[in-house]
């Protein structure tokens, strides 16, 4: 299991996150990811993405854990991005130097966005598997 982007070193303060998580045998259940020690968002369907994050400037870890059905949990290893300068928005979570977020299509938003959208993006996907 790994993040697979974005890599570790500097990058621009809006970034896709994206993790390859495979368990051969139960299969992966859920993939979470923790920005700087704490779980931001959740995603329970391969592909593994999170959005476009918004990263205030400074330096920000990332890790995925990853969960199989029957439990088991996976970190992989840390990707540490290094965020120049002033966020991409000029609001949300790059003001006051702290956070992250997800950028909305009118330039505004938060974190909230990020859990937001990996949240009904479950929820509908959970809910045309119980159609299916």
Partial sequence: MAITSPEPGPQPAVVEVVVEAE?????????????DGEVQARDDEPQWRFGAAEFAPGSHTLVAIAEDAAGHVT???????????????????GE??????????????????????????G??????RARG
Avoid: K, N
């Fill in 23 to 35: 368990d051969v045998g139960w299969g992966v259940a859920e993939v979470a990811l923790e920005i």
């Fill in 123 to 128: 929820h509908v996907r959970r809910a045309r």
């Fill in 96 to 121: 006051g130097g702290e956070g992250c977020g997800c950028r909305s299509s009118g330039g505004r938003g938060g974190l909230l966005w990020l859990v937001f959208g990996t949240w009904w993006m």
């Fill in 75 to 93: 970190r992989s290893e840390p990707v540490v991005l290094e965020v120049e300068g002033d966020s991409a928005s000029g609001g949300g979570a």
